[in-house]
């Protein structure tokens, strides 16, 4: 029972350690015949990669994938797909002071307290590190899905939200911050200057949208596509919190307010005036995209002194040093894509599993 799986007929498993040789996922249930290569996986893996601003850990890892099992000839096989990352540019010395200490905020005292021992190296199997695993199995979901269109990006970081009104899908990658309105980007480099300064970190928020994907998915009750898709952004680090569609705004709607009213279509299907619900109904995607939120704290690892108390018991602080996000949210969005495509894999594959379409 060491849950580090997720999914059902499109199952992933993620392996290693922050400071250890590598990292990596093995994905089963992936059909046969997609086309797939390093170079379908590694645009996803650069997007998410450290170092590349002042934004960011400088720690310096290309993240440079292999295929070790399940493409034969530039094809899947129907046979598990196993991926791995090399870790290049450890500095365990940097944690030291963590393996006498709890980092508050961090897993420290929590993996103390389960397993009687833990990896102190950058928080080990706690760490972020873990999500580039994630991120590669995202890209060969991609190939499941091919059709749909996924797309995270920020909407809030440190307290400070965008402009909807300024939304411009461009501009995502034009930023450090993958966001869509440059005025709100140009903002939050100085609110990621002054943090960092001073020793700090700041929270975001990130939302992630699906498109193209058909009415139907999902399942009542337990195995609802909303419910999924809360449990894969949850899984992510540091996140708190997450919503579907309008969240906890709609309870401060009136129902006809949010109801997503429907009126006939030229090909059939139902035309939507809104998209209060995100995309799904009764746990069943409607058609309409899937939009998604997660809130992210602030990066625990800090350098301003944090109280706290020693794997002894006694009272003492902590100054976190070592080369750390000063917002986590920034590169949780390349993630938050992945978990969408993941979940949605599953769930294409489980809906013609019963419906044979």
């Not at 129902?255 to 009126?263: I, K, S, Y």
């Not at 002194?305 to 917002?327: L, N």
């Not at 969005?333 to 044979?356: F, N």
Request: glycine letters at 14%; proline letters at 6%.
């Amino acid at each position: 029972m060491s849950f580090n799986s997720f999914g059902h007929l499109f199952r992933f498993s993620t392996w290693g350690e922050s400071h250890g040789p590598a990292l990596g996922a093995v994905v089963d249930g992936c059909p046969p015949g997609l086309a797939l290569g390093e170079a379908d996986i590694q645009p996803f893996l650069d997007r998410r990669r450290p170092g590349q601003n002042r934004f960011t850990t400088q720690r310096q890892e290309p993240d440079v994938v292999e295929i070790l099992s399940g493409v034969y000839e530039g094809r899947t096989t129907g046979t598990p797909i196993s991926l791995v990352i090399r870790n290049v540019d450890q500095r365990s010395k940097d944690y030291g002071e963590v393996a006498a200490k709890y980092r508050p905020g961090h897993a420290d005292y929590a993996y103390d307290a389960k397993y009687g021992f833990r990896d102190p190296r950058g928080g080990g199997r706690s760490s972020a590190r873990e999500t580039a695993a994630r991120v590669a199995a995202g890209a060969v979901a991609r190939k499941v899905i091919a059709g749909v269109g996924i797309s995270g990006y920020l909407v809030e970081l440190g307290g400070d939200a965008i402009d909807r009104a300024a939304f411009d899908a461009d501009e995502i990658g034009r930023n450090p911050f993958f966001c869509p309105d440059a005025a709100a980007a140009a903002r939050w480099e100085g609110l990621l200057d002054g943090a960092r300064k001073a020793g700090s970190s700041l929270g975001a928020i990130v939302e992630v949208t699906a498109t193209g994907v058909p009415a139907g998915w999902g399942a009542p009750v337990y195995h609802k596509l909303d419910g999924q898709l809360a449990a894969a952004m949850m899984s992510i680090n540091a996140v708190k919190g997450v919503e579907v569609g309008d969240g906890f705004a709609a309870a401060r709607l009136r129902g006809e307010e949010n109801a997503d009213a429907m009126a006939p279509g030229p090909d059939g299907r139902p035309m939507f005036a809104a998209n209060h619900a995100g995309g799904t109904a009764g746990g069943i995607s409607t058609g309409q995209p899937i939009v998604v939120r997660m809130a992210l704290k602030p990066t625990s690892s800090i350098l301003t002194p944090v109280a706290t108390i020693d794997r002894a018991g006694a009272a003492t602080e902590i100054v976190t040093k070592g080369r750390h996000d000063p917002c986590v949210g920034i590169r949780a969005a390349p993630v938050a894509e992945a978990m969408m495509a993941l979940v949605l894999a599953d769930a294409m594959l489980m809906h013609r599993g019963q419906t044979g379409r």
